[in-house]
């Protein structure tokens, strides 16, 4: 599996490493919010990722952090700007989530383990990958919801939320045991029979 | 001594470049921001007025910071509020006897969800022109703090100085 699939799927950020949370649960209440906040997130991951990767060694190993926090929260804040100055109605409904991507651990952990170690091409394909399977988790989460709501109101509302991500992570864990159990499978039956 | 001076040197020039690059963006977006805020305000003034009213131009008698709009029976003040999550604006209609016959909230920064009442349509907000309005459970100090701000906003209406006939 490449490194774009690993960081999209066997390392989904959302389904399967559960970060980045607050703003899937939060801003999946429509598809339009979802699709732009998964688009913010894509612009802030990738840019910073690759930002960091260029100058990881200019960055000193001990103010290493706060150099990463800086060039995210810059990110974060062009992109608040590009929102508030080019897509005001999407930044009127998600303006807040948007800026704490400042604090979403998926970002920090993907640049922390990854970017700031690793060349721009692998880099910028971890980050494109982690920011598709965060997306995909987030829509998939919207849909849901926005599908959900037609018969069953709560779906939009946070308690909903709640309800409806933890029903999905419990259909991935189910798929994810049964492909696990399946190569098991297949592995046992081609040992040869003592 | 020399990791300490690079350790700087590095935290100081990031911060520089960050400055610049976000001082170069802010003012590419400063008139499409602006706007955007007033197109924004523009909609919510037509609403509380009526669209027929309120032509778009913040025309009338400027009083002040607190006159938005002042012509035949309905003078509209703009009041500043702090509620939980920072500051508020709102504008506040009144006819010409000093009743209120609408509120709306111009931009907030109050918790999504507890805030929404601010959001119109809200029954909320409406209930402002019954004379009726109470603290909202589990928004205590967002809801306090507007009708605070519209009591505010009806003392200091001087109708006979805002709109000579």
Same mark, same amino acid.
């Given at each position: ?194 | ?6 350790? =700087?040197?590095?935290? /100081? ?5 960050? *400055?610049?690059? $976000? +001082?170069?963006?802010? %003012? @590419? ?46 003078? =509209?003040?703009?009041? /500043? ?5 920072? *500051?508020?604006? $709102? +504008?506040?209609?009144? %006819? @010409? ?69």
């Amino acid at each position: 599996m490449n490194r774009f699939a690993q960081a999209a799927v066997a390392r989904n950020p959302a389904a399967v490493q559960l970060l980045g949370l607050c703003p899937l649960l939060a801003v999946s209440n429509t598809v339009a919010n979802a699709l732009g906040l998964a688009i913010a997130s894509t612009v802030v991951l990738t840019g910073s990722a690759v930002l960091v990767s260029a100058i990881r060694k200019l960055v000193p190993e001990d103010v290493r952090l706060p150099c990463f926090v800086l060039v995210i929260a810059t990110f974060t804040t062009l992109v608040n700007l590009a929102m508030e100055a080019y897509a005001f109605d999407l930044y009127q409904r998600i303006a807040l989530f948007v800026q704490i991507i400042v604090t979403n651990c998926m970002i920090l952990a993907r640049i922390e383990q990854v970017a700031s170690k690793e060349g721009l091409g692998r880099t910028l394909l971890d980050a494109l990958g982690t920011s598709a399977g965060f997306a995909a988790a987030i829509l998939v989460l919207g849909a849901a919801r926005e599908a959900l709501t037609l018969g069953f109101p709560l779906a939009a509302l946070p308690p909903g939320a709640f309800l409806v991500a933890g029903l999905l992570l419990a259909g991935v864990n189910v798929l994810g045991a049964r492909r696990r159990r399946a190569r098991e499978g297949a592995t046992a039956a081609r040992l040869p029979r003592a | 001594m020399r990791a300490l001076l690079r350790n =700087v040197a590095a935290l /100081a020039a990031l911060t520089l470049l960050a *400055g610049a690059a $976000l +001082a170069w963006f802010a %003012d @590419l977006t400063e008139d499409d921001v602006a706007r955007n805020r007033l197109e924004a305000e523009t909609r919510i003034l037509r609403d509380l007025i009526g669209a027929e009213t309120f032509a778009g131009d913040h025309k009338g008698r400027p009083y002040g910071e607190d006159l938005v709009f002042c012509e035949r029976d309905v003078v =509209v003040l703009r009041v /500043a509020g702090s509620g939980y999550g920072g *500051g508020f604006r $709102l +504008a506040v209609a009144l %006819d @010409l006897d000093g009743t209120i016959t609408g509120v709306r909230v111009l931009d907030h920064v109050e918790t999504p969800g507890f805030g929404d009442i601010l959001n119109a349509p809200s029954a909320w907000l409406d209930s402002f022109t019954t004379g009726d309005a109470h603290a909202v459970t589990g928004a205590t100090i967002t809801s306090q703090a507007v009708i605070e701000a519209v009591s505010r906003a009806v003392d200091r209406v001087r109708l006979e100085e805002m709109c000579p006939p």
